[in-house]
Each structure stands twice: as C-alpha cells, then as structure tokens.
Nanobody, 125 residues
C-alpha cells in the first residue's frame, strides 16, 4: 500500500499562486497514474487534473485549464499542482490520488485506489 501526503495549501489573495505537493511513502509512485481532486463544503469531490506515469501526458478540468499545471518527479516520489490566477471559487480541500490502471474514466473518484488526507486552499478577494 502507498501512503500519500499533500502539503503547500494556505491562504492566498485572488490572482495569486500556490504550489501543492503530494509525496508518497511505502512504495514508489512510478507505477501509478496520479490525479488531483478538490472538495468544497456541501459539494461533491470534483476532478482537477491527471498525469500519466512518465509525466508526458496531462488532462485538466475545464474550470482550471490554462491556470493550473500538474507535474511529477518520480525520483522524488512527488506530484505537484501549480495553481496560478487563483479565484475565490478555487477555495476547497485539495486531494491527491493514485490509480494503478488506465480505464479512460479519469474524472471519476471511483477510478483511484489511494488518497491523501487533503490540504486546505483558501482564496480571498
């Protein structure tokens, strides 16, 4: 089993930037597709971004496309989410997740086997 720990969340002004990190322990991240999700109070957990095993292919939700960038460093067992031009509607708890198989359903929570504890991102106006 792989354990995932997110970090880098905090309070930021609208228009600012944050960089989230997700670091694995117990096993290497290299066998896994990795995703970022977010959840605001009273709402369902929603897909944000996904990256393949080598880091060469990425996919984004329309709401963050052009503003967020997912990347990975397999040697460091770490996945990143660079968030630019942040808006108040980006406020949520952000989670990283690991997926051992490609099924084509990258936006669905059910596809991912392992989850981190989440890190809070708050964007103020």
């Amino acid at each position: 089993q792989v354990q995932l720990v997110e970090s880098g969340g905090g309070l930021v002004q609208a228009g600012g930037s944050l960089r989230l990190s997700c670091t694995a322990s117990g096993r290497t991240l290299t066998p896994y597709y990795m995703g970022w999700f977010r959840q605001a109070p009273g709402k369902e957990r929603e897909f944000v971004a996904r990256i393949n095993r080598s880091g060469g292919v990425t996919y984004y939700a329309d709401s963050v496309k052009g503003r967020f960038t997912i990347s990975r460093d397999n040697a460091m067992n770490t996945v990143y989410l660079q968030m630019n031009s942040l808006k108040s509607e980006d406020t949520a708890v952000y989670y990283c997740a690991a997926d051992s198989a490609y099924t084509g359903r990258v936006e669905r929570v059910h596809e991912y086997e392992y989850w981190g504890q989440g890190t809070q991102v708050t964007v103020s106006s």
